[in-house]
């Protein structure tokens, strides 16, 4: 349940129904909106709904009690209705331009991560991606450079201003990521990882969350629940396919999710299109689509030499197609009245 606080409100009353909810066993989680505060109660509400409502209906300052029915609180709309805004570095993810991050799947050399670096900084883009821990079906195949890659990401970010992301896969390596990387990614094997997503709540690092590929939208979100109840409201959600009886794309991808989470939550949506098709003459035509539905970014996978890449050789466009292709999509930015950023 949400209790909303009376526009006049005194910081001594909003304490006050702060410690209440604290007295009954719940955590408060209180959100400054334009005119009013809005405060969270987050527990096991259930059983105390009643009693809890009456109690905190009668305290100074408190305007009404909102029951709500979604089990997803701190990330939804309602108790938070603005767009939240995540600044990293110089770019800012979420504030109506398009994000767009790239780079290659798998960072697999220091000249291979500058090639690519350089491509995707001199087309525009906002963010470089590029794998450290790799997620591999296969336990023989590459499984990422480790913490030599971060070093190169982190030189690459020196080189390019570029901010950097880079997927997290367990608790263990959270903190050497976060010293290195500006985003944490999990992956989509992760995204119900709990003891993942509560190690990435807890530092102060923007984390993006992807779908996971057999998720539901509201599963999807009460991850996010997890990453944000554990004090890190900087979340980035990313749709990149899920799986389906179809075939010939390598995952389906979810664009009516994009409008939707607009509507169910305040974080920023981003579209993988590389991970959601799996071949790379269709990640142009839905990098544009993800554009015109609305989303606050792409994620898109660009090698120097696919043909030779570690992972994911068959959907990373090569760098050298780059700059035509941020075009491309720009094109559509502009129609939509936003910019790349
Ligand atoms: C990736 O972005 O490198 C990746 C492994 O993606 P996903 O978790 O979506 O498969
Ligand atoms: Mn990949």
């Not at 969350?209 to 509201?218: H, I, Q, S």
């Not at 999710?257 to 003459?281: E, K």
């Not at 994911?312 to 760098?319: L, N, S, V």
């Amino acid at each position: 349940m949400f209790v909303v606080m009376s526009a006049s409100a005194t910081e001594a009353e909003v304490l006050g129904v702060k410690s209440h909810i604290l007295a009954e066993g719940m955590t408060p989680y209180d959100h400054a909106g334009a005119d009013r505060v809005v405060i969270a109660v987050v527990g096991d509400v259930g059983p105390h709904r009643d009693h809890l409502m009456h109690r905190l209906g009668a305290l100074p300052g408190v305007e009404t009690i909102t029951p709500i029915s979604r089990p997803f609180k701190l990330t939804s709309r309602e108790f938070h209705p603005e767009d939240t805004t995540i600044p990293v570095l110089d770019a800012v993810v979420g504030d109506g331009s398009l994000t767009v991050m790239a780079g290659p799947c798998s960072v697999e050399s220091r000249d291979q991560l500058f090639q690519a670096a350089d491509a995707v900084a001199d087309a525009g883009a906002t963010i470089l991606r590029g794998g450290a821990f790799k997620p591999r079906t296969s336990p023989y195949a590459f499984q990422g450079l480790g913490v030599e890659a971060l070093r190169y990401l982190a030189e690459a970010r020196d080189r390019t201003g570029l901010p950097v992301i880079t997927e997290v896969m367990e608790p263990n390596q959270v903190d050497i990521v976060a010293e290195y990387a500006d985003i944490l990614q999990i992956g989509t094997r992760n995204m119900q990882n709990y003891s993942l997503l509560t190690a990435v709540g807890r530092v102060a690092r923007p984390v993006m969350l992807k779908r996971g590929y057999g998720a539901t939208v509201e599963e999807w979100l009460m991850a996010a629940e997890y990453i944000v109840s554990s004090g890190n409201p900087n979340v980035i959600l990313c749709e990149r396919g899920i799986r389906t009886f179809e075939t010939y794309t390598r995952n389906t991808m979810d664009l009516a999710a994009v409008p939707l989470l607009h509507h169910l939550t305040h974080l920023p949506v981003i579209v993988d299109p590389s991970h959601a098709a799996g071949r790379r003459d269709l990640v142009l035509p839905l990098a544009r689509a993800a554009a015109a539905v609305g989303a606050d970014g792409i994620i898109v996978e660009t090698h120097p030499q696919p043909e030779q890449a570690l992972s994911d050789g068959p959907q990373q466009i090569p760098t050298s197609e780059f700059a035509e292709f941020a075009a491309a999509v720009t094109a559509i930015v502009e129609v939509m009245g936003k910019h790349v950023g």
